[in-house]
């Protein structure tokens, strides 16, 4: 599967932003996806994940309850809405996607990536 992450720029403090991830090839219902984020000198983190059918979602505390993270499968994409944004929030998002067959959500290893897109949240 291949992945095309888009929606980033520059907001304020306390907007909001909505990134949407397409994806190409076949069996895009079989991938559990994924948004990670990393700000420079930091690690990649995980922001939000969603299981391959859309029953199942992830947040870390950082974001719950700010981040939305849903998926089209008829459309083959996956978007994160995202609100009340903070300037913590900004680095550069990416999107992916992890074959769903024998993983035991939400422990699964990504392995698909799409390139990032830049989110900077000014105070």
């Known amino acids: 599967v291949q992945l095309q992450a888009s929606g980033g720029g520059l907001v304020q403090a306390g907007g909001s932003l909505r990134l949407s991830c397409a994806a190409s090839?076949?069996?895009?219902?079989?991938?559990?996806m994924a948004w990670f984020r990393q700000a420079p000198g930091k690690e990649r983190e995980i922001v939000a994940g969603?299981?391959?059918?859309?029953?199942?979602?992830y947040y870390p505390d950082s974001v719950k309850g700010r981040f939305s993270i849903s998926r089209d499968n008829a459309k083959n994409t996956v978007s994160l809405q995202m609100n009340s944004l903070k300037p913590e929030d900004t680095a550069v998002y990416f999107c992916?996607?992890?074959?769903?067959?024998?993983?035991?959500?939400?422990?699964?290893?990504?392995?698909?990536w799409g390139q990032g897109t830049q989110v900077t949240v000014s105070s």
């Open positions: 992916a996607a992890a074959w769903s067959l024998g993983s035991s959500w939400p422990i699964v290893e990504y392995n698909y």
């Open positions: 969603i299981d391959w059918n859309g029953d199942n979602t």
């Open positions: 090839g076949r069996r895009f219902s079989y991938y559990h």
